[in-house]
């Protein structure tokens, strides 16, 4: 009598520990879930963020060469003054581009980072 108690207590504490885990693993396949969709929601907002100003600087860029071209009297004078400028500003990023991909790595990962439980 004493051994069929014992033995249906381990079936039982059998049960109760691989319904634990089997929940632990949802819970992390939750939260796992969360993490990607916060990441992937910041990084289109990102992505819009950056083709909007790429339309702007686009416009602003088309508009500095017609008023310089306009200015200098010669429209293609006015398009490559500004033409050397965006080389200048790649040729920048080129060489930033160490402390841009940090600080977009350090974004990320404090936003993979970040407590559920604050608010």
């Given at each position: 009598?004493?051994?069929?108690?014992?033995?249906?207590?381990?079936?039982?504490?059998?049960?109760?520990?691989?319904?634990?885990?089997?929940?632990?693993?949802?819970l992390?396949?939750?939260?796992t879930?969360?993490?990607?969709?916060?990441?992937?929601?910041?990084?289109?907002?990102?992505?819009?963020?950056?083709?909007?100003?790429?339309?702007?600087?686009?416009?602003?860029?088309?508009?500095?060469?017609?008023?310089?071209?306009?200015?200098?009297e010669?429209?293609s004078?006015?398009?490559?003054?500004?033409?050397?400028f965006?080389?200048?500003?790649?040729?920048?990023?080129?060489?930033?581009?160490?402390?841009?991909?940090?600080k977009?790595?350090?974004?990320?990962?404090?936003?993979?980072?970040?407590?559920?439980d604050?608010?």
């Amino acid at each position: 009598m004493e051994e069929k108690k014992v033995s249906t207590l381990f079936e039982e504490m059998k049960d109760d520990l691989s319904g634990y885990i089997s929940n632990r693993l949802k819970l992390l396949k939750l939260q796992t879930y969360i993490k990607t969709s916060k990441v992937v929601g910041l990084l289109t907002y990102g992505l819009i963020i950056i083709l909007l100003m790429l339309l702007a600087l686009i416009m602003v860029f088309t508009t500095l060469a017609i008023y310089l071209g306009e200015l200098l009297e010669s429209m293609s004078l006015g398009y490559a003054i500004v033409s050397l400028f965006a080389i200048l500003i790649v040729i920048i990023v080129i060489f930033a581009r160490k402390s841009i991909r940090s600080k977009f790595t350090n974004i990320m990962v404090s936003s993979l980072m970040d407590d559920d439980d604050k608010k």
